[in-house]
């Protein structure tokens, strides 16, 4: 009898060992999935040459840039006021023009915006909800729309209307606003994302690009956030975080990987700010990387381009000016770039 309880003992032993290893490699390798690096070999390019510029010191701490596509200026959010950064004609010995918004105060219960071809920047009262236009010419305001938004923040604004809206709480859901009639159908018009991405408006065909901020998702969306033709980036993540819904918002059950961490379009082709290392990568955490597609043909890969950190940080933000110049953002530097193909 002792021998069978010695027996059934070394029995369950055995089986919480074998089962304990088995287990520890199915996390593993489900880990390396979601997480690990490697798997993919970038194609380094020299077809387009950064060129920096200069590194400007900030006076003004900035927090970020406000999302646009409009090449001529860009808006930096400051702790108590609002910047217009734009460059001098002779861009190459002259630093950037960044000058203080005066005549806009600064709200904490204010959200910013500006309009893709406008000289606009528009204010969102999330009390009010109301939008106010500010021109920066005519400094003139005036109120455009009185509806609710529902805790929504727009995105993109087209001829005074706005398109689409974000969420401004970290729920990531996206929704689509008709501008000749606000009160929809929410069933018909959520589009759920399962994670979250950047979305750039193109104004030659009035469609959207967006990149998966988790994943290597690569979509294009019409005027109405339907999908039109998906691709991926080159990176192996393709696992997306899981997460829950719960009253039509979407919460993640973990804290997801950052993958892909924002992109600019230039001349029809995404440059992609990647935080995935590559097999053949020697130097990634030194360097920032932009992987290189081509929207015309399917997202194909074009190659990459490497640029040297000499900053301890990375860039919290970028943005195109002139079509040729890459400004980024850090804590209290703008570096400056001339793209050249």
Do not use: W
């Not at 097999?279 to 081509?294: A, E, G, Q």
Request: aromatic residues 14%.
């Amino acid at each position: 009898m002792k021998k069978n309880k010695y027996l059934i003992l070394v029995f369950c032993i055995l089986f919480i060992m074998v089962g304990g290893y088995y287990l520890m490699v199915y996390l593993r390798f489900k880990k390396e999935i979601y997480y690990s690096n490697g798997g993919f070999e970038r194609k380094y390019t020299k077809e387009y040459k950064f060129s920096l510029i200069q590194h400007l010191p900030l006076i003004h701490r900035f927090t970020n840039f406000i999302q646009s596509s409009n090449p001529n200026f860009v808006i930096a959010e400051g702790e108590n006021k609002l910047f217009k950064i734009t460059i001098p004609t002779n861009y190459n010995t002259n630093g950037l023009i960044i000058e203080p918004i005066n005549y806009l105060p600064k709200f904490g219960n204010n959200i910013y915006y500006t309009d893709e071809f406008n000289n606009l920047i528009y204010a969102l009262n999330e009390k009010s909800s109301q939008l106010l236009p500010f021109d920066l010419e005519k400094h003139k305001t005036q109120i455009i729309n009185k509806e609710a938004f529902n805790q929504f923040e727009p995105v993109i604004i087209y001829n005074n209307k706005i398109i689409c809206s974000k969420k401004s709480i970290s729920n990531y859901d996206f929704k689509l606003i008709n501008p000749n009639n606000l009160r929809l159908d929410p069933k018909n018009n959520f589009k759920k994302l399962i994670d979250q991405g950047q979305l750039s408006y193109q104004t030659f065909d009035k469609s959207f690009i967006y990149i998966s901020l988790f994943s290597h998702d690569i979509l294009k969306l019409d005027s109405n956030l339907n999908p039109i033709e998906a691709g991926h980036t080159i990176d192996t993540i393709s696992q997306k975080p899981k997460v829950k819904f719960i009253n039509n918002s979407i919460l993640f059950s973990s804290s997801p990987r950052i993958t892909n961490y924002d992109f600019f379009i230039l001349k029809n082709k995404i440059f992609v700010r990647s935080v995935v290392s590559s097999n053949n990568d020697l130097d990634f955490k030194n360097n920032i990387v932009f992987d290189i597609y081509d929207i015309n043909k399917h997202f194909k890969y074009l190659g990459s381009v490497s640029l040297k950190n000499d900053k301890n940080d990375y860039p919290t933000d970028m943005h195109i000016l002139n079509n040729e110049i890459l400004i980024l953002l850090y804590e209290d530097t703008i570096s400056v770039y001339k793209i050249e193909t």
